[in-house]
């Protein structure tokens, strides 16, 4: 089994800072790409950042110059620094990891998800 939990959740004001961690746990081979997803309320899920293995990060635009995605790949850790937070960054945050776990002639490679953590900017 495999587990991602996240942590940092908060309510701050516009232009304030959070940071989430996501950590992966279970019977892990490797990890490939991790990220952060979010939904606003009536809006579907959309992507805002992801990062490679080896450290390449890409960012939604509505993100970009604000929000920073790094990993730890000893600790299986994701984080999402956020700064200049608005209004409109106010949603639930899913983390999200692509997993090997397996044995040899039995590797199985899939989509893990969080449970989700609330992220809410005041104006």
């Known amino acids: 089994q495999v587990q991602l939990v996240e942590s940092g959740e908060g309510l701050v004001q516009r232009g304030g800072s959070l940071r989430l961690s996501c950590a992966a746990s279970g019977s892990i081979f490797s990890i490939n790409g991790m990220g952060w997803y979010r939904r606003a309320p009536g809006k579907e899920r959309e992507l805002v950042a992801a990062?490679?293995?080896?450290?390449?990060?890409n960012y939604a635009d509505s993100v970009k110059g604000r929000f920073s995605i790094s990993r730890d790949n000893a600790k299986k850790t994701v984080f999402l620094q956020m700064n200049s937070l608005k209004p409109e960054d106010t949603a639930v945050y899913y983390c999200n990891a692509n997993v090997q776990t397996g044995s040899t002639g039995r590797w199985i490679r899939r989509d893990y998800w969080g449970q989700g953590t609330q992220v809410t900017v005041s104006s």
């Open positions: 990062v490679t293995s080896v450290g390449t990060a």
